[in-house]
């Protein structure tokens, strides 16, 4: 497998100040994020199930990166829709790592509280909370706090399925914790002082 | 030799390259410290020049050769690969061998890189002295001059290898034309029309065809496969397989009886791209040069079952022979001109667009050939029913070109090929056309014409990659259709078009066995896996390997007209050295020491030109200097020290590694 | 007996207890021997990675670390979400060292370390078919599931992105179909299947998956199909849970029943269904399951007279173990 | 180690690909370490092993070699024998006592100065934080004065 | 007229040369007759004072076979070189320092330590020999070691150099009568410098084995190919044979009777370093293109150190491995 030190990863990016945006994205992306490589040719933006619903194509957030458009894009619910079906990150004729490369736009849009609908970045939150507080998911806490958050409306048909979840034991009113969990928190803690510049 | 303490005497010269050099390393105390610290290698001037290049500067090198007798000289400026022939020819003027010359590169590789003057010069001395200690090892060279042999062989039949044979041909010069098809004409003889003056294909290839069969000096060779080179520039020998036929040329009058008779109906996967069909003898088309048929004996009745015989009882002249064996031809020529062509990209391997899986979705050259008014539609555009005539059609642009996922690289016919088809489905069907592109790129002459032609006649363009060609319907108005499934880029929406047809443009990709074909003839391949040239632009048709010259598609992908230029490019390179009568080759040789070789032919397999051959009698290795290239990879490799590589010495270059080290290593200084 | 370190994911204990059950009956039959993660924690699923990224990283990898020490290699996940966050954060630590580095920093405050590239992470599916092998599993059917139309869906996460290139195709996978006509299945063409369930989107933006929910089922509808078939704990609550509130939204009324592969593997190696977790699922597989067993005839397939049309080009097609298979169709 | 140990390093290059590489470095003005000399062969497979043992015993902290791409040779494949000849020497540097990432082999076409830069400014950090070599010193330690004959 | 004076000497080495010389057998009576024997503790008695009592250059020719391994080799190189007109550096330990020379992979003190506590050395109180001990009857010394090993030239100039572990008798005989028909104005003397007593080739040249073009995939012990092919070059049967790279002059001893060539001739005529050339032929014969596949065909040469410098280390350009500086 070829691998790439930073340094490496650094000079494929040119120093121009107005790419300093695009700069940062793919350096805070897990791997080597190949973004700058775009050709703009669409396929991502073709490929996706959800596309529809985005504000923008994959292809058009990526444009808008090399514009240095900072507030657009973290406003942006395109990361946000997306459903991490790596659709487009096979069929990028660059292999660029799209999916990993929203990730990282939606943690910066969190950091800079620039995301504008508050249901998918709380959701993700709130599982995020889950995780740490247990070492596992806990859907139920998830689910009742998510809806009852958000979608008050919503919990009333979603209440029928959840007590079929629950009667046939598909879901559990109880959290299970794991047995690490300080071993765990302290690897957390020590993580969350990084990050991949 | 003169000699200044034992050595011989060496003239050193500093270029400040205008302020290119001068700006970053202190010119002058080079020039002094090499005529201090270097005195003792020899060095016995040393002078520095605004510009060693021009005519004053190399005028100072000369009348120092001559006035105080230099016998080495260091030139430290700019790359060697920029002015090395300039200040070998000056001290060659000035009566001293050329390669007794050396440059010390300090611009590229120090004054442009380094930004602390203080190291840059450091580094610029180190460099100076390696040179110099270098210098006093090199060996006057003579250049080597070998005869030509005036036949030549071209290999492969389509337009780019009958341009240049009939060149060499017409020039009055013998050619070998050798096709491992049947017959001669390439994918040019599948294609309907030519972009971007829609010419018809066979209109003007066949009369080309038809010249180069009769053609007096052309000896045609198809159906055959050259199986060994050897030799080198001007004297190479070549084996030739011609595969059988399974009848005798000589008797066959090209009367296509047998084909008409042969009860075996077969797909033909070559010349009909899989949408046709031929018999069991067959020959590609009824234009076929040369005229004679051959038996595909894997699906013919009588080698596979051993009896029907239709074509032997059906031959007025009796020219079928089920005997025939394969033969193997010896010929000898002096140059050899590679024009194997390219293969198609396999759509299959795209699984997103279906092809394969979804009926209706076509190459470009089955679209080519069901546009062909002799192909297997008789020229009309229908579904894979064979019937229906398409209302809407789609052509998809790159398909496994500009895609690292299959070939990074541009195909660079496929925009105007898409044009064309955009154009004939126009035509031929009114049906609405769709066309899919991610850059459109029509550089040459007429070609953006002929888009906007295209633009003119209504098709629709997309700008985007074609994401997938899917049958889910998800309306009613997607049932029964193929769905093209893209982002339209200019609108910034993702667009799902139904069409009934769609034709894939897909590349050109090098032939499955280029790296093969590559090594016998001592070429190398790009990564890419095409025939790499002496130098892409300057020299796009010669090789690393002299006298194996390369053309066409083989080198690259590229459109008729481009071919068809390097066709005779390459010709007129191999008339150049016909004419010429014997070649100059660079004296950068290895050479083995016979009194030193041990015979324990550790060398023989490493040399890619096989110009190292073991005498069995003497038992001692021997070097062709004719087709040794001067990698030097023997000269590493001789474990008894008894392979010398002139202009590359062991010497010269472990002294040059003193020199360069001299700073750092007090004792051997 | 092949032996693997397991990481079931949190889904296996919840949602999809019916996989976990099912697995662990066929397990042993198959030769699968699982020995679980001591103490493995969530890999995040898609959440976490979206919030901040070494921190998710190390979540993962105090998986990997724990995995590691167990000192088998192979790390076996059945749930498509876990195998590829547990394979891509291996694959990109290799990757970018300089995320490794990090992520190793992290881990040392909780007494772990992790080489990233030690691990081989797999999925169970692809161990089911190239270390147990279609042979060995058809040989052990004893209830073939003759008449059962099956709809094979192998999601996203399995396919793609296989950095590793273990699949056949990352748009037209063939192992769930290989695996389920081994257990004598009847298998649809399925052009959905490899296509998105809405994942997390039935939570945050519940529109949008519901129109993917439902393109997935009228698409297995459309096939004929009498039931679907999944190998990720996702695509199953989103197809199954969720039907009820996609036909509300849409005003249909689908019954599109789906399930997870293990458990018709079980019920193909003579299994009862109450043993393989059946009757968990939302949208009842009763009419479904009726049809194995009972004895219907092959429907007679009315393939209309075909015109003497052009050849159809073959496909190339990668069978499960990588090797291109050129299955020329010709015509006669 | 000394604090501004700044190592010496040989670097050979192929005259078809890495040496027209470090001609496009400069043309291209790109910035980079002034710790390597060059020595221009006309293929790396020219590279004797002698000459990176010559460089090692003669003072030079490290040696990086560099060549075509594999397949890309333009001597068909004669970077293949490099890539041997390397790869024992790393083993022999091993059985010395020298650390085999002392020498280093690195793949770089002709287009690729950007690349080149690069792998010589990393090369140089690498073989900097391995410290001097200082091979010459070493020997030098207890050498006598060669008495030479009447 | 008295007859020219002859020295032998006997350093750091084996003791195999000096026997080689009596294995010419009646040839030594030509020595006899044409030399007088000055110097050969090993054959004459006499005393170091004795040749300290000679005038420089007195001696004609004096045969040194052995290393430079401590203080008193150093002091008798100086004082042989001086006292001598030919100095030649005999046999392999001579020239290129031979098996002793692979201390130099190790530091002193290890050397030491390993040769007073291996389980065969009975050294119950943990002794190490000291270059002074005090006994009652005074003070008593042993030289004390070099930092290392070093040829002859490393340490004198030497007028020629003769290689071989040992030399090969025949080879001896011939240099003899040479000399003796230098002294009766027959023949001239090589130039200065030169390797006498040896071909300029490698032994492949006398080696009667049948050679191919060489492709290896694996590399193998010789006790682990049974039978070895009687004609087939040994090389190309996958055993490390360090026949290509080393000097002839020997016959092909070895590869005539089925064992692979040690290379104790050494490097070919003009070589630089032989364990490069060793290096290099060796990677040359390897049929594989990928790095994992080459290091695999390379497991099969475990210790490449002591393969390309079991005698030559200590005259290779690195001279030593750096742990001997470690001291």
Not at chain 5, 76 to 87: D, F, I, P, Q
Request: proline share 5%.
């Amino acid at each position: 497998m070829p691998t790439m030190t930073d340094e490496q990863v650094r000079a494929h990016l040119t120093h121009e100040e107005d790419l300093s945006l695009l700069h940062e994205v793919s350096m805070k992306t897990a791997g080597v994020s190949r973004l700058e490589m775009c050709i703009q040719c669409g396929s991502c933006g073709g490929s996706c199930p959800s596309g529809m619903d985005m504000d923008h194509t994959p292809r058009m957030v990526f444009a808008m990166l090399r514009a240095g458009m900072r507030d657009e894009v973290l406003q942006s619910n395109t990361p946000w829709v997306c459903v991490s079906c790596y659709h487009c990150v096979v069929r990028c004729p660059q292999n660029v790592h799209i999916t990993d490369v929203m990730y990282t736009l939606k943690a910066m849009a969190i950091r800079e509280k620039k995301y504008r609908d508050v249901a998918a970045p709380e959701f993700a939150e709130t599982f995020v909370e889950m995780v740490e507080k247990y070492g596992r998911s806990y859907e139920f806490g998830l689910a009742t706090r998510h809806y009852l958050k958000h979608a008050p409306l919503r919990m009333v048909g979603m209440a029928a399925m959840g007590l079929g979840m629950l009667r046939k034991g598909r879901m559990s009113m109880k959290p299970r914790t794991i047995k690490g969990m300080d071993q765990l928190t302290a690897i957390l803690n020590k993580a969350k002082e990084m990050e991949l510049t | 030799m003169s000699t200044n303490n034992g050595k011989p005497k060496v003239g050193v010269y500093v270029c400040h390259c205008g302020t290119n050099i001068a700006h970053t390393v202190d010119v002058e105390q080079v020039r002094d410290w090499a005529a201090q610290a270097l005195g003792a290698e020899g060095v016995v001037i040393a002078r520095d020049y605004k510009f060693m290049c021009s005519s004053p500067g190399q005028e100072l090198i000369e009348k120092d050769i001559k006035e105080l007798g230099l016998e080495r000289v260091v030139v430290a400026a700019c790359s060697p690969h920029l002015h090395e022939m300039t200040f070998r020819n000056a001290s060659k003027r000035a009566g001293l061998n050329p390669y007794l010359t050396e440059l010390a590169s300090i611009r590229e590789q120090v004054s442009w890189v380094h930004t602390d003057k203080g190291l840059a010069t450091e580094k610029a001395k180190a460099v100076v002295a390696g040179a110099v200690e270098r210098v006093v090892k090199n060996e006057p060279l003579d250049e080597i001059k070998v005869p030509i042999h005036p036949a030549t062989l071209v290999v492969g039949g389509g337009i780019t290898g009958i341009q240049a044979a009939l060149e060499i041909a017409n020039a009055g010069y013998k050619v070998y034309l050798v096709e491992r098809e049947p017959s001669i004409g390439g994918h040019m003889a599948q294609f309907d029309k030519t972009f971007p003056t829609l010419d018809c294909a066979a209109c003007i290839l066949t009369p080309r065809m038809f010249e180069t069969g009769m053609h007096p000096n052309i000896e045609l060779l198809t159906w055959s496969e050259v199986t060994q080179v050897a030799g080198y520039v001007g004297n190479f020998t070549v084996t030739i397989k011609k595969k059988p036929r399974y009848l005798k040329e000589e008797l066959c009058t090209g009367c296509r009886i047998c084909v008409e008779k042969c009860p075996k109906k077969v797909i033909d996967h070559v010349y009909e791209a899989g949408i046709g069909y031929r018999k069991a003898i067959y020959t590609s088309s009824a234009q076929a040069v040369p005229k004679f048929p051959v038996i595909d004996t894997a699906n013919c009745n009588f080698f596979q079952k051993g009896t029907c015989k239709v074509c032997e009882k059906s031959c007025p002249t009796n020219a079928i022979d089920y005997e025939q064996k394969e033969q193997f031809l010896k010929v000898d020529v002096g140059n050899i001109i590679l024009a194997t062509g390219y293969d198609l990209f396999d759509a299959r391997r795209v699984s997103n667009y279906g092809y394969g899986r979804l009926a209706n979705v076509f190459t470009s050259i089955e679209f080519e050939r069901m546009c062909n008014a002799a192909g297997p539609t008789s020229g009309k555009i229908v579904l894979r029913d064979g019937q229906t005539t398409p209302k809407t059609v789609g052509i998809i642009h790159c398909v496994g070109s500009r895609d690292r996922n299959y070939n990074n690289y541009c195909s660079s016919i496929c925009c105007m090929q898409s044009l064309k088809f955009a154009h004939l489905v126009k035509e031929r069907t009114g049906a609405t056309v769709y066309d899919f592109y991610i850059d459109m790129r029509t550089p040459m002459k007429s070609y953006d014409e002929f888009y906007q032609r295209v633009l003119e006649e209504g098709t629709l363009f997309v700008r985007g990659k074609v994401a997938q060609v899917s049958d889910a319907a998800r309306n009613a108005q997607e049932e029964g259709k193929l769905i093209i499934q893209v982002e339209d880029t200019l609108v910034g929406k993702q667009r799902r078009i139904p069409v009934d047809m769609v034709i894939l443009s897909t590349g050109m990709q090098p032939r499955h066995d280029a790296k093969e074909v590559g090594k016998l003839f001592g070429i190398g391949c790009s990564s890419d896996g095409w025939f790499t040239e002496k130098h892409a632009k300057l020299d796009p048709v010669a090789t690393m390997t002299e006298g194996v010259l390369i053309a066409g598609t083989a080198a690259g992908p590229k459109d008729i007209p481009a071919s068809v230029a390097q066709g005779s490019a390459a010709a007129a390179r191999v008339l150049n050295l016909i004419m010429r009568h014997e070649v100059t080759l660079e004296p950068i040789k290895a050479i083995i020491k016979q009194w030193q070789c041990s015979g324990c032919r550790i060398c023989n397999g490493l040399c890619p030109f096989n110009a190292i051959s073991f005498r069995a009698e003497r038992r001692v290795s021997e070097i062709n200097p004719a087709l040794c290239q001067g990698c030097g990879t023997c000269v590493a490799a001789c474990p008894a020290g008894a392979i010398s590589g002139s202009g590359f010495s062991n010497d010269q270059i472990l002294a040059q590694i003193d020199g360069l080290l001299m700073d750092v290593n007090p004792v051997s200084a | 007996m092949s032996a693997y370190t397991f990481y079931p994911g949190c889904a296996m204990e919840s949602n999809a207890k019916a996989y976990y059950t099912s697995l662990m009956a066929v397990a042993k039959p198959l030769g699968i021997n699982l020995e679980e993660i001591e103490d493995w924690n969530c890999c995040g699923a898609t959440e976490y990675v979206g919030m901040n990224l070494i921190p998710a990283y190390s979540l993962i990898a105090r998986n990997l670390a724990l995995a590691a020490k167990m000192g088998n290699k192979t790390v076996l996940s059945p749930c498509s979400a876990c195998y590829l966050n547990l394979a891509k954060a291996d694959h990109y630590m290799t990757e970018r060292p300089a995320l490794g580095e990090k992520v190793n920093e992290a881990l040392a405050a909780g007494g772990l370390h992790y080489q990233p590239g030690s691990l081989d992470i797999r999925h169970l599916l692809d161990v089911l078919i190239n270390d147990i092998g279609l042979d060995n599993l058809k040989a052990k059917v004893v209830r073939p599931l003759k008449g059962l139309r099956v709809a094979p869906y192998m999601g996203c996460m399995v396919p793609r992105p296989d950095y590793n290139n273990r699949w056949s195709d990352a748009e037209h996978p063939v192992e769930l179909v290989e695996v389920l006509q081994a257990i004598g299945a009847e298998v649809v063409d399925f052009p959905g299947a490899a296509t998105c369930c809405g994942g997390h989107m039935t939570q945050i933006g519940p529109e949008t998956a519901f129109e993917l929910i439902r393109r997935l089922i009228s698409s297995a509808e459309r096939s004929q199909a009498d039931i679907m078939v999944t190998v990720c704990p996702m695509c199953q609550v989103n197809v199954d849970a969720y039907q009820g509130e996609t036909n509300r939204h849409f005003g249909t009324n689908y019954q599109m029943p789906i399930v997870f592969f293990t458990q018709l593997v079980g019920l193909a190696l003579g299994f009862p269904p109450d043993k393989l977790g059946f009757g968990t699922e939302i949208t009842s597989t009763e009419k479904a399951l009726a049809r194995i067993g009972v004895d219907i005839p092959k429907p007679t397939e009315d393939t209309p007279h075909k015109q003497a049309g052009l050849p159809m080009p073959s496909c190339l097609r990668k069978n499960a173990k990588g090797k291109v298979q050129h299955a020329e169709k010709e015509a006669a | 180690m000394s604090e501004h140990f700044e190592p010496v390093i040989i670097g050979f290059t192929c005259n078809w690909c890495s040496y027209r590489a470090a001609d496009l470095a400069g043309t291209a003005r790109l910035k980079y370490a002034p710790n390597v000399r060059l020595v221009r062969l006309m293929c790396s497979g020219r590279l004797d092993p002698t000459f990176v043992m010559k460089a090692l015993s003669d003072g030079a902290d490290g040696v990086l070699i560099t060549g075509c791409h594999p397949g890309e040779c333009h001597y068909v494949e004669q970077n293949y024998k490099t890539l041997r000849r390397y790869l024992l020497l790393r083993r022999l540097l091993q059985g010395m006592g020298i650390a085999p990432e002392r020498v280093k082999l690195v793949w770089a076409s002709a287009a690729e100065g950007a690349k080149l830069a690069n792998e010589i400014n990393s090369f140089v950090e690498e073989v900097r934080a391995l410290g001097p070599l200082g091979w010459p010193q070493k020997l030098a330690g207890n050498v006598k004065e060669v008495e030479v004959a009447a | 007229m008295s007859k020219p004076k002859f020295a032998m000497y006997w350093s750091g080495s084996c003791g195999g040369c000096e026997i080689a010389v009596i294995n010419i057998h009646e040839k030594i009576l030509d020595v006899d007759a044409n030399f007088e024997v000055a110097f050969w503790p090993v054959a004459v008695d006499a005393k170091v004072k004795d040749v300290e009592a000679l005038a420089d250059g007195d001696i004609l020719l004096t045969l040194w076979n052995g290393s430079i391994r401590n203080e008193e080799n150093e002091h008798m190189a100086h004082l042989l070189r001086r006292k001598s007109k030919l100095l030649v550096a005999f046999g392999s330990c001579a020239t290129e320092g031979c098996v002793p020379g692979l201390a130099n992979l190790s530091p002193l003190s290890e050397i030491i330590d390993t040769a007073y506590t291996t389980l065969t050395t009975d050294n119950p109180n943990n002794i190490r020999p000291q270059h002074v001990t005090k006994v009652p009857e005074g003070e008593i010394s042993i030289p004390v070691l070099k930092d290392r090993v070093y040829t002859l030239a490393q340490v004198v100039d030497v007028d020629y150099f003769m290689p071989g572990c040992p030399p090969e008798s025949h080879q001896i005989a011939a240099v003899i009568d040479l000399v003796i028909q230098v002294l009766q104005g027959k023949a001239e003397l090589p130039p200065k410098g030169a390797v006498i007593g040896a071909g300029s080739s490698t032994v492949c040249e006398d080696c009667p084995r049948k050679r191919n073009v060489k492709s290896i995939k694996a590399f193998h012990r010789i006790q682990e190919i049974a039978p070895l092919d009687p004609e087939l070059c040994i090389l190309e049967q996958g055993i490390p044979c360090n026949g290509p790279a080393t000097r002839s002059g020997c016959n092909a001893r070895c590869p005539r009777v089925g064992a692979q060539c040690i290379g104790c001739y050494g490097p070919a005529e003009g070589v630089v370093d032989y364990g490069a050339r060793l290096l290099t032929a060796f990677a040359s014969v390897i049929d594989a293109n990928e790095p994992e596949e080459i290091e695999r065909i390379l497991d099969g040469i475990p210790d490449p150190a002591g393969q390309f410098y079991r005698f030559n280390l200590a005259d290779s350009l690195f001279r030593a491995g750096a742990p001997a500086f470690k001291n």
